[in-house]
């Protein structure tokens, strides 16, 4: 048996992981708490830990594990953004991600955000639920004939301008590795970043955060953006600078704002604090205003996606364990 320690395991993990194992000498130790360095030492005994977003994998973390004898830090997500790899690799500490599930799982909540928020179907939803049956202040546009901007167009930013496509919108996109073919083959218009955010109705976010991504979206570039326009956020948090955003709101320089990612979600999002008060001001602040939407990372939130994370989570449990190889694109270190 080979024992995995499971991290800010969550029941549809727990789940969809056992399910997946149902045949393997797998050991399962699921801990609902993150992963720290002071959490770290409740790896005692296990040859490797599986974490999630929030965890943090940092240097000090990655010496308390590498310490006790864990081999490998396997992330059951695509970003690995919380990982120190350098860190890892100099402890000899493999790392692995998913590389890809279910893309459709987060193009498809992309652009329920972008309904929802455009046609106000969260607000239309609470209004009826108390027998206000009034339209006043939900008036929404069409998308048919209006302008996306798709930033990023890897796995999941292409089924987004696809799907988008298919409302009538004219799609532009850019990515620093552009693909020609497919674009010609979906009318998908590769722009620079300036007409991009100049010409689109709705800006929509799909590429990964690193230290030249973070805060994309600031004042700078917010001001280059057409009034009114939406802003959809399904991919990391900090590719977006809250103050900022904040800001455009109030002034009405932007028209909405959707989010699956908050910069400062560690700690709040898959948590339940309806009992407590909340300590996050700025998360606060975007609450209050009518014409943002915010849900706590669920766009990956599907049982395809759940049976993919599954899958290659295990596959690359019993890579390390010997005699498979680990799963293609997913080693990092
Ligand atoms: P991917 O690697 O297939 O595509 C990312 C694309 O971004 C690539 O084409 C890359 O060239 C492009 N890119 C890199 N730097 C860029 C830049 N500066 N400007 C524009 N484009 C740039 O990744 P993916 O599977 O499509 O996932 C995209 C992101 O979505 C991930 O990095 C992850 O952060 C996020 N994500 C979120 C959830 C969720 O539940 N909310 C789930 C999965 C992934």
């Known amino acids: 048996m080979i024992t995995i320690a499971v991290f800010d395991t969550k029941p549809y993990d727990r789940e969809s992981l056992q399910h997946a194992a149902a045949n393997t000498k797998i050991e399962w130790r699921f801990l609902d708490f993150r992963l720290t360095r002071e959490t770290a030492p409740l790896a005692q005994g296990a040859v490797s830990v599986c974490v999630f977003v929030n965890d943090q994998v940092d240097r000090s973390c ?71 049956f009034s339209l006043q202040g939900l008036v929404g546009f069409d998308l048919h004939g209006k302008t996306a901007g798709v930033i990023g167009t890897g796995k999941i930013g292409r089924i987004v301008a696809q799907i988008l496509r298919g409302f009538g919108m004219r799609v532009l996109a850019f990515d620093p590795l552009p693909d020609a073919d497919w674009a010609a083959q979906q009318g998908v218009e590769y722009v620079d970043a300036l007409a991009l955010a100049g010409l689109s109705d709705v800006i929509t976010l799909h590429l990964p955060l690193t230290p030249e991504t973070k805060h994309l979206i600031r004042r700078e570039t917010i001001e280059l953006m057409k009034p009114g326009a939406i802003l959809v956020n399904v991919s990391r948090g900090a590719l977006v600078d809250t103050t900022a955003l904040i800001e455009a ?48 990372h669920q766009a990956f939130l599907t ?31």
């Open 249 to 296: 709101l109030k002034s009405g320089k932007l028209g909405g704002v959707a989010l699956d990612v908050y910069e400062e979600e560690e700690g709040i999002f898959f948590e339940d604090l309806s009992g407590q008060v909340l300590q996050d001001d700025e998360l606060a602040r975007l609450l209050t205003f009518p014409n943002v939407l915010i849900t706590s």
């Open 62 to 132: 990655l010496e308390i594990l590498a310490a006790q004898g864990v081999k490998l830090v396997a992330l059951r997500c695509t970003g690995f953004n919380n990982v120190d790899l350098a860190a890892a690799k100099s402890l000899n500490v493999t790392v692995t991600r998913v590389p890809v599930y279910s893309p459709y799982a987060v193009a498809e909540h992309a652009v329920a955000l972008l309904l929802t928020l455009n046609r106000k179907v969260h607000r239309a939803f609470n209004r009826v639920r108390e027998l206000n």
């Open 303 to 333: 049982r395809e996606a759940l049976s993919d994370i599954a899958r290659t989570t295990i596959a690359n449990l019993e890579a390390l364990a010997g005699g498979k190889a680990y799963v293609e694109g997913s080693v990092l270190t």
